[in-house]
């Protein structure tokens, strides 16, 4: 079996500094794979790099996704291919109803496909069915694009639109940063629900709290722009006792102090 | 990219760029006494209207162009423009099978087809073809109800006394310069007078196009509301691509009775003039309503066209428990320029004015909200609600927001919100990410931004007005 993301010695620099210092990394088919690391250690670079936000600036390496150099592509072509970020921080748009919002951009990727676009009220019922995953009140479909959304629905949001579109590849970045435990738990449910053989996960996080729910393949360690640690399951609860500065920054063992 | 995206975007060409090739009867450039002679004499008209142009003749030289507002251009020579201009053709029409096909041509390449309007969309059109009123349709309908809808010239001819009795009474001719020289020199418009307790069948919509070269359009429009009457009134512009700077001071009077309503929608796409900001339309323009006891008078305009815009829909608060309205949305791309807001007059006792203004910024645009509530000494209980949003597109545009407050009665409540934002990197690349490509993002954070306004707008019209602004934007986002 082919790997769905191969990530080859990539470097990355953002504002003059150089972020990501040679990454590789893999992801099969259906693999759910945790990117773990302290503050500052550049996995949401990796985030932002992978779903082609143009204020990064790629020095060297490659990404092939599905066997296309992904980082030729821009962000809404890469979206069309498959990938999905699910945003640390969603965006709010004002006057943009959410579902119009969702509708617009999964007719955009069906057309690219050749297929016919979905009218409202098909999308309507999609959109309903759908929302079932992340437990969404159907009023909050009709409000603007994630306006005056609490933190908990805007991650809900998140994974209900990940749920519609469907994606061959899911980069959940910090998904569960401010979710209280009701919350973590419904988001958890979402993804879970969104986990199959066609489809994989990078779930990048800063605590092992949400891998109790969602439960991954491997994970992986970044600090210092490297990856230092790839295990199972297991290395993640290792982490959580020992906390990361024992893997060092990349750079020289023990590396600087992890913040909590 | 964005910047890149917004660039191309607002570089998209005027669409409605073409002129249509109709024999024209002009009169020789300037303006003079006998010029208006000519006007009033071409027209028929009755006495009082030749003495009511003369006399605001007669003022409007002893005024001076007014330089207040936020917007340079080249000074106007006013002995240099053409006061009237008309179709050749023949002089009565009873269907548009009459009407010169070339005109015809021309509304089709607008998107305005009178024929299925005339069917489909139940709207009574009064097409303004420079200067001159040459179809209007539904005639009867509205007759049947008692509702008047004709062209100026006809009003001035078949109700001289409804004319005469409100006519200057909310913009008098002593109002400003360009109300001045509208009154001495104004060609055509529309009438409309709905009697009273009824509600008018149909939404009534005028079609403005500018045609023959440095003809200054001088519309004028009247429109009364008797007591309990309703009133819905659709304007809707469009002009042809020019080298030439073209003069349009227009009025609009608006007169609600006791317990009327007028509302009336505005969408306005005037060529702008070129990227380097040559050529474009000066839209001067003075648009008041006065509203009576219990009437109500909601303006919403979409102003997407015109190089320098100046314009101020208002409205006085005469009577007790009136509400006055003001819903509008301005685009300022390229060199264009607009200078427009409101003003509220509280006068009567519990009168409530509502203003929600948002302007869009991009290319060199310079977007200016200016306003005025005010609050006399009379209007116990009033309040106001204002809210004006701005929204910039990249970075070499400009916004501005000019809010004039006098309240004299202590138990009014004014409000004002003011915000401005920028369409963000952040937006932008979140649509993306979903699929969506940054010229339908840009669309769709603008249509967005805009839609406390629209969703006032007739419904054709607020698709319309979508279109218009997304088509006006493209070559602009940044």
């Not at chain 2, 009534?204 to 429009?221: K, V």
């Not at chain 2, 009136?322 to 264009?336: D, K, P």
């Not at chain 2, 407050?405 to 919100?417: D, G, L, R, T, Y």
């Not at chain 2, 490509?437 to 769709?444: N, W």
């Amino acid at each position: 079996m082919k790997p769905l993301l191969s990530i080859k010695n990539l470097h990355v620099r953002v504002a003059g500094r150089e972020v990501l210092k040679g990454i590789d990394l893999e992801l099969m088919p259906g693999e759910v794979h945790a990117i773990m690391g302290p503050n500052g250690s550049g996995k949401s670079t990796l985030s932002q790099v992978l779903s082609g936000r143009e204020t990064y600036e790629v020095l060297e390496g490659e990404v092939l996704f599905d066997g296309k150099n992904l980082l030729s592509m821009q962000p809404e072509d890469r979206a069309h291919a498959g990938v999905f970020m699910a945003f640390q921080y969603p965006v709010e748009i004002p006057g943009v109803g959410n579902l119009h919002f969702l509708r617009t951009a999964l007719n955009a990727r069906r057309r690219t496909e050749g297929k016919e676009e979905l009218d409202a009220m098909d999308f309507l019922q999609l959109a309903r069915e759908k929302s079932k995953l992340v437990e969404l009140d159907p009023t909050f479909m009709q409000r603007s694009v994630n306006e005056g959304f609490s933190g908990g629905e805007k991650k809900r949001n998140e994974i209900f639109q990940m749920a519609v579109l469907e994606p061959k590849l899911a980069i959940l970045d910090e998904t569960d940063s401010g979710l209280d435990i009701d919350a973590l738990r419904i988001v958890s449910g979402g993804i879970n629900a969104l986990r199959s053989a066609e489809r994989s996960m990078l779930v990048i996080t800063h605590y092992q709290r949400l891998l109790e729910y969602v439960v991954p393949d491997k994970v992986s360690v970044l600090a210092g722009g490297k990856i230092v640690r790839t295990g199972g399951r297991e290395l993640a609860l290792e982490l959580e006792k020992k906390g990361y500065a024992w893997l060092g920054d990349g750079r020289t063992p023990g590396g600087k102090e992890a913040r909590p | 990219m964005s910047t890149q995206t917004i660039h191309e975007l607002t570089k998209r060409q005027y669409e409605a760029g073409f002129v249509t090739d109709i024999e024209s009867e002009s009169i020789p450039r300037g303006l003079n006494e006998d010029v208006i002679r000519i006007i009033s004499a071409k027209k028929n008209e009755p006495d009082f209207m030749l003495e009511w142009r003369l006399r605001a003749y007669r003022h409007w030289l002893t005024l001076k162009e007014p330089r207040w507002q936020k917007a340079e251009y080249s000074p106007i020579d006013y002995q240099d423009i053409i006061y009237y201009s008309a179709p050749k053709q023949k002089p009565k029409l009873d269907s548009l099978d009459q009407v010169d096909p070339e005109l015809l041509k021309t509304y089709a390449k607008l998107g305005i087809p009178l024929e299925e309007q005339k069917r489909l969309q139940n709207v009574a059109v009064d097409a303004v073809f420079d200067s001159v009123s040459v179809a209007t349709t539904f005639k009867d309908r509205l007759a049947k109800a008692g509702v008047i809808f004709c062209s100026f010239s006809e009003a001035v001819r078949e109700h001289p006394e409804l004319v005469k009795k409100y006519l200057g009474t909310v913009v008098p001719h002593s109002d400003n310069f360009f109300a001045a020289l509208n009154s001495a020199v104004f060609s055509d418009g529309s009438f409309v007078y709905v009697p009273k307790g009824v509600r008018c069948p149909m939404e009534l919509s005028t079609y403005f196009r500018i045609n023959a070269e440095n003809t200054g359009q001088f519309e004028r429009t009247l429109i009364i509301a008797d007591e309990g009457a309703y009133v819905s009134y659709l304007e809707g512009c469009t002009a042809p691509m020019r080298d030439t700077n073209q003069l349009h001071a227009a009025v609009v009077e608006l007169v609600a009775l006791d317990g009327a309503t007028i509302k009336y929608s505005t969408v306005q796409n005037w060529y702008p003039g070129d990227e380097q900001g040559r050529g474009g339309i000066y839209n001067f323009v003075t648009k008041r309503g006065i509203a009576h006891t219990k009437s109500k008078i909601s303006w919403t305009q979409v102003e997407t066209g015109s190089a320098v815009t100046w314009k101020y829909p208002s409205v006085i608060l005469k009577g007790d428990y009136s509400v006055g309205e003001f819903y509008s949305v301005a685009l300022a791309n390229h060199r264009q320029q607009a200078d427009t807001g409101t003003k509220m007059i509280h006068l009567g006792r519990h009168t409530k004015s509502t203003i929600v203004s948002k302007g869009i910024s991009a290319g060199f645009g310079q977007n200016t909200y200016r306003g005025l509530v005010k609050v006399l000494k009379s209007a116990e209980g009033a309040r106001n609600y204002t809210q004006c949003d701005s929204l910039l597109l990249g970075s070499k545009c400009g916004a501005h927001t000019l809010p004039y407050i006098e309240v004299k009665n202590a138990s009014a409540q004014v409000e004002h919100e003011a915000s401005t934002s920028k369409i963000g990197e952040d937006q932008l690349f979140y649509c993306q990410q979903r699929g969506i490509s940054k010229e339908d993002a840009v669309s769709m954070i603008v249509n967005g931004f805009c839609r406390q306004v629209f969703k006032e707008l007739p419904m054709e019209f607020a698709v319309e007005a979508q279109k218009l602004l997304s088509v006006s934007l493209e070559g602009s986002v940044g």
